[in-house]
C-alpha cells in the first residue's frame, strides 16, 4: 500500500538535462541515446559504445544555476557503465523574519544534489535494459535532507514505419521509471522553533 500520494521531494530532479531533449520538448525517453540518458532513460546508455565525457551549464530562471556532468564507458561483453552528477545552485538569498520582514542583513544559500551512478545492455540488437541507483542530497541554509533513489528504464528498436527494413530506422519504444526511493525529510536547528504555549511561559 502507498500512502505518500500527493507528496513531493527534490523537486530539481524534474528538470531536464541536454538541449537536444530540451528541442525536442523533453520526449526524449524513447530515443535517448547518449550520455543525457543517465537523466532520461538509463537503457539508452547502451548505445555509448566508446569513452565518452560531457559538461553542461544550464542558467534557469530566477538566477538559478544548473550543472551537470556525465561520464561513460562500454565493457566488452558486460555493458556499458556511467556515472552522471547534477548540482543546483539557487544563490544567496536574504534572511527574513517576522520582525524584519524586509530582511535582517543577513544571507543564506540553497543547493540540491545528486550523483547517479547507471548500468546498461544490450540484450539483443533490439533490446535494451538500464538501471540506476543516486543519491539525493538538500541543503537549505542549516538543514538538509537526503535520499536513495532508484530508476529502471527499456528501450526496443523496431522495424514499424522503416524504410530500409533494420531496426535502428524504425519506431522507437521506451520506458523509464524514476526516482523511485525513500523518504526525504529535512533535518537542522532551522526545523526546531520554540513556541510559546501562552504568553505567561516561555518555549
Known sequence: MINRYGTTAANFLEI?????????????????SD???????????????RPSAMFALQ?????????????????????????GITQISYGDEEVTTLQY????GEFFTANDLAATITFSRKLVSWFSFGSSLKYISSNIWHSSA?????????????TFFS????DQDGMNLGMSISNYGSRMKYD???????IDISEFEEG
Request: hydrophobic content about 50%; cysteine-free.
Open 16 to 32: 531536464g538535462v541536454g538541449s537536444g531533449p530540451s528541442a525536442m520538448g523533453e520526449a526524449y525517453v524513447a530515443v535517448a
Open 35 to 49: 550520455l543525457t540518458s543517465i537523466y532520461w532513460n538509463p537503457a539508452g546508455l547502451a548505445n555509448v559504445n
Open 59 to 83: 542558467p534557469w530562471v530566477a538566477d538559478i544555476d544548473m550543472l551537470f556532468a556525465a561520464a561513460a564507458m562500454a565493457i566488452p561483453n558486460i555493458g556499458t557503465l556511467g556515472l
Open 188 to 194: 537542522g536547528i532551522d526545523t526546531y522553533q520554540p
Open 101 to 104: 520582514q524586509d530582511g535582517t
Open 146 to 158: 537526503s535520499a536513495v533513489a532508484l530508476d529502471l528504464g527499456v528501450q526496443v528498436n523496431t
Open 163 to 166: 524504410f530500409t527494413g533494420k
